[in-house]
């Protein structure tokens, strides 16, 4: 039987980013703390915290956290007196793109109820955070099920590779673009290989010159600017293309990228609410498959 009063120690740690907020929080001395997390440590024979400042939970620990934050929901939908205004925890992997553009929405009120967690990772390696345990729910490019998760495809998010009009002048590719791959190419990150898919259809080579930019914002703010040419969502670019500071370098070439939600079957009622409203929201905003 797992120790769920050493679980609420190990995860008030992690949310109050120290051991005395956390003792704070639950009402016990700092020693008790740091005594309940180091006895569950003993029992499963691996580390739980990093104790760095703050302290960092490890693999495992994310993972039992987790498995907490499971329990609490499933505890709040039997409706006890002591569970009714107990607002429960949900850590969700989501993709940048859909962050900056359509998520928010779907998300709405279950902040209502929920307090979310929203940790970024590119669409093609979410997954794996699903996978781990790691989160209660992830918003992906791969629709391969996880074993006790239900998977819903909600629908394509378009990529097409935009610039400023200067930047196209200053390198000379207006009206040929067949050395493209030699201009500044913006990059999400490394697993971002949008730009090496749009290149291919093009039969060029890599980006030779990238510059690598973590920020979904800053991304299309670079672009707008003259900084490089890259492959944004069609739905984010569009205010841009309309004010002429982006245009579509090769409107007949585009990368689309299928996203599915992937959430616990055992998660509460709290989190299939947020499914139904992010499925309701994502067939408003993405490309459905005809």
Not at 207 to 225: D, K, M, R, T, Y
Not at 269 to 290: F, N, Y
């Amino acid at each position: 039987m797992m120790d769920y009063r050493a679980l609420e120690a190990l995860a008030a740690v992690i949310s109050c980013h120290g051991f005395e907020k956390a003792a704070q929080k639950l009402n016990i001395s700092q020693s008790a703390v740091s005594q309940r997390i180091k006895q569950l440590e003993a029992r499963l024979g691996a580390p739980l915290i990093l104790r760095h400042t703050p302290p960092k939970a490890t693999e495992l620990g994310v993972r039992l956290i987790t498995h907490l934050e499971t329990v609490q929901h499933l505890e709040t939908d039997l409706d006890l007196p002591l569970e009714r205004d107990k607002r429960v925890h949900a850590r969700i992997a989501i993709n940048a793109d859909s962050l900056a553009t359509w998520f928010s929405e779907a998300l709405g009120r279950s902040t209502d109820e929920l307090d979310v967690d929203l940790v970024i990772e590119d669409q093609d390696t979410g997954i794996e955070r699903m996978r781990r345990g790691e989160v209660l729910a992830c918003l992906c490019s791969d629709g391969t099920p996880v074993n006790g998760a239900r998977v819903d495809r909600l629908g394509i998010m378009r990529y097409r590779a935009y610039a400023n009009p200067e930047f196209l002048l200053r390198f000379k590719l207006l009206e040929n673009f067949s050395d493209l791959y030699r201009a500044p190419c913006l990059i999400f990150n490394q697993h971002d290989r949008l730009q090496h898919r749009f290149l291919s259809q093009l039969e060029q080579p890599e980006p030779a010159n990238p510059i690598i930019c973590p920020s979904s914002e800053g991304f299309v703010q670079l672009a707008a600017s003259g900084c490089g040419f890259g492959m944004i969502p069609q739905i984010q670019a569009a205010l841009a293309v309309e004010v002429g500071s982006l245009i579509d370098i090769a409107p007949n070439h585009y990368v689309d990228v299928p996203l599915y939600w992937h959430s616990w079957r055992s998660s509460g009622a709290a989190m299939k609410r947020l499914r139904t409203s992010v499925i309701k929201t994502a067939h408003r905003w993405l490309l459905q498959d005809q």
